[in-house]
């Protein structure tokens, strides 16, 4: 089968095609024909040796993948060949509080992932996807819908009469959106582009604030809630924006912090946290019990994901290239050939 390595050194240019054995399962394995893909920015960064460094190489990337399944086990209960299913993201995470151990068990790194024709997993490392999505729509559930998910609902409590506070219009930040919708919450979006903000507009956001002109957008939260500051704010900048975060949310509200898009390390005046009763909650995608409560939950409401662009399985290099360039409005996909 085909399969795409980072091979010998990280790096785009070493992101090459390859040539595997066909996986067989165990007597608890479901092997499973992957039928599209999605890109996050962990992946990228994996790739790039950003993430991890001493990432043992070869590795094959990404984190998201659905598809069909080919063969199941003599001992597997849970599926049956021709269902269509999606991989979790940690694969010894089925429900409860992260564990170091679990930790080692993320797809794409350190374990192999899905950029392959075919993947083979334990069967309590999948779940049955959403009827009323195709494969490239339930490809995008993984990681950045859970990631959403687990933030506003697992972690953050959201409930109708909140307002949540998204920056960007990345996948999380979109899946964000249309999921404080669906619990009834007022949205506030930000993004770097007006033709974005119509767009996050038309998904249901309430407010929409461009950052490049309204630098001070903390600021521009405070007036927009009438001093107060909103109940959650959907992290994804890191280091460059959560000063500006923690301006925006209110006394004893709760900032969900996912992604590092404006970086990592930058020095940080931590009394807001502490004189605002500021909850600070690191996120880590989510287990395999939130990802089906998400999954029934996205049926009932025939919600479905926003998808930028798709491209084929051999073009999978230029969709990293696209995803690099951080214009796309909510998922970049692949599809199988």
């Known amino acids: 089968m ?56 070869p590795l094959i990337p990404l984190s998201d993948g659905a598809g069909e399944v080919l063969e199941v086990g003599e001992k597997v209960t849970r599926f049956k060949p021709g269902d269509r299913v999606a991989a979790i993201f940690a694969q010894d995470w089925l429900d409860g ?24 997993l334990p069967e309590n490392g999948w779940v049955m996807i959403p009827d009323h999505l195709d494969y490239i729509q339930a490809a995008t559930l993984p990681c950045a819908a859970l990631t959403a998910w687990s933030s506003l609902v697992v972690h953050g409590n959201v409930k109708a009469g909140d307002t949540v506070l998204v920056l ?30 119509t767009r996050v ?14 630098s001070a957008w903390g600021k521009e939260v405070l007036r927009l809630t009438d001093g107060l500051g909103v109940d959650h704010v959907v992290e994804v900048g890191g280091s460059g924006t959560l000063a500006q975060s923690l301006k925006a949310v209110r006394p004893s509200g709760t900032v969900s912090l996912i992604g590092v898009l404006g970086g990592s390390e930058k020095a940080l005046n931590i009394l807001p946290i502490l004189m605002k009763n500021i909850r600070v909650q690191g996120i880590l995608v989510g287990h395999r019990a939130g990802f089906e409560s998400m999954n029934r939950a996205i049926a009932h409401h025939g919600l479905v994901p926003v998808v930028d662009q798709s491209f084929s399985f051999g073009e999978a290099p230029k969709a990293f290239d696209v995803l690099q360039q951080a214009g796309h409005f909510g998922k970049i996909c692949l599809r199988s050939e």
């Open 168 to 197: 960007g219009t990345g996948g999380v930040s979109i899946f964000a959106v249309q999921f404080a919708k669906l619990l009834g919450a007022k949205v506030i979006a930000t993004s770097s582009s007006d033709e974005k903000l």
């Open 97 to 120: 509080d992260v564990t170091p151990d679990i930790a080692k068990t993320t797809l794409g790194g350190p374990l192999d992932g899905m950029l392959a024709e075919e993947v083979c």
């Open 2 to 57: 085909k399969v795409y390595e980072v091979q010998q050194a990280f790096g785009l240019s070493n992101l090459r095609l390859a040539e595997r054995p066909s996986p067989q399962p165990g007597p608890w394995d479901v092997r499973v024909r992957i039928h599209a893909n999605s890109l996050n920015y962990r992946d990228l960064l994996m790739v790039l040796g950003h993430y991890n460094p001493r990432q043992p190489l």
């Open 201 to 214: 507009k038309a998904l249901g956001a309430d407010e929409t604030i461009n950052y490049k002109t309204q």
